[in-house]
């Protein structure tokens, strides 16, 4: 029976680590044609290679998402590949938690710039082609820190405040074309997504939280597969989740 997952061109920034990486090699296992986006092409090439080997099909291409003239050369390699592209998956993302009277303004510009506009980016450069395929499904990437702001996180809480608020707004306008878009706002799972934190407390308070809490990386490939999965009539908007103790 076909799993609604085989076939789809699917493109995953963010495949280089954690949750892309993980959900590049889960659908792929299912069927998928997966775009591996990411900067360290490296990794992203090895992850290609790696699918490749197993007979799946890959496509690396190093992007960063917030340029978004590379995010338009990303998505005309990708249909340039596979001729079309079913899925994007707005993942890519960073986490500086400080406390802003601290001023890590370089820190903020670098969410903002990752988190928001990267998602925009992201957006504007595929639905041209989803829009001419007359199908297609965006997957944006918030959080529980959409849901609620943590002191000490506030920036990288407002910047996923506003991914669920763009899902949103892209839902409502884009349904006219029989577009899809999900929002999928995980709570703590193991990825590098901490090490980015320079404040040495904040680094620390949210460490011993990971170690307390985390999940696997796998609940994220499985939410995901979940919506992309759905017949096309159903429009899965929000996937949040939480590991099981996690307050
Ligand atoms: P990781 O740090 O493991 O992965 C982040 C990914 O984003 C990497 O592949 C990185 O690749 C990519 N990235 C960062 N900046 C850029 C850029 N400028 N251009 C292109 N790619 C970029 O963390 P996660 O897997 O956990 O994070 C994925 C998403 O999930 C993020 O949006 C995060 O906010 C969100 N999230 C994570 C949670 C968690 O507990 N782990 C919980 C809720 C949401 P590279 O450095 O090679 O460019």
């Not at 061109?9 to 892309?20: K, Y």
């Amino acid at each position: 029976m076909n799993n609604n997952i085989e076939g789809k061109v699917i493109v995953i920034t963010g495949a280089s680590s954690g949750f892309g990486k993980v959900a590049a090699e889960y659908l792929s296992e299912r069927g998928a044609k997966v775009v591996l986006v990411a900067r360290r092409a490296e990794r992203i090439e090895k992850l290609a290679e790696e699918i490749q080997e197993k007979g799946g099909q890959a496509l690396a291409v190093t992007t960063d998402v917030t340029d978004a003239s590379q995010v338009q050369k990303l998505v005309d390699a990708a249909v340039e590949a596979f001729g079309r592209i079913d899925v994007m998956i707005n993942n890519a993302g960073l986490m500086q938690q400080s406390p802003l009277e601290i001023n890590k303004m370089d820190e903020w510009d670098n969410m903002i710039d990752v988190n928001i506009k990267g998602v925009l980016y992201g957006i504007a450069a595929v639905l041209p082609q989803m829009k001419k395929q007359k199908s297609g499904h965006i997957i944006n990437v918030s959080s529980v820190a959409g849901h609620k702001v943590i002191p000490g996180g506030t920036v990288y809480c407002a910047t996923k405040h506003a991914v669920r608020a763009i899902s949103e707004g892209l839902r409502m306008e884009i349904k006219q074309y029989n577009l899809r878009t999900t929002t999928i706002s995980p709570g703590a799972v193991d990825t590098e997504l901490p090490n980015h934190i320079t404040h040495e407390a904040s680094a620390q308070g949210i460490q011993g939280f990971y170690k307390q809490f985390a999940i696997s990386a796998d609940s994220f490939a499985r939410a995901v597969a979940f919506a992309i999965s759905q017949p096309e009539d159903m429009d899965v908007n929000e996937i949040l989740y939480r590991p099981t103790a996690q307050e």
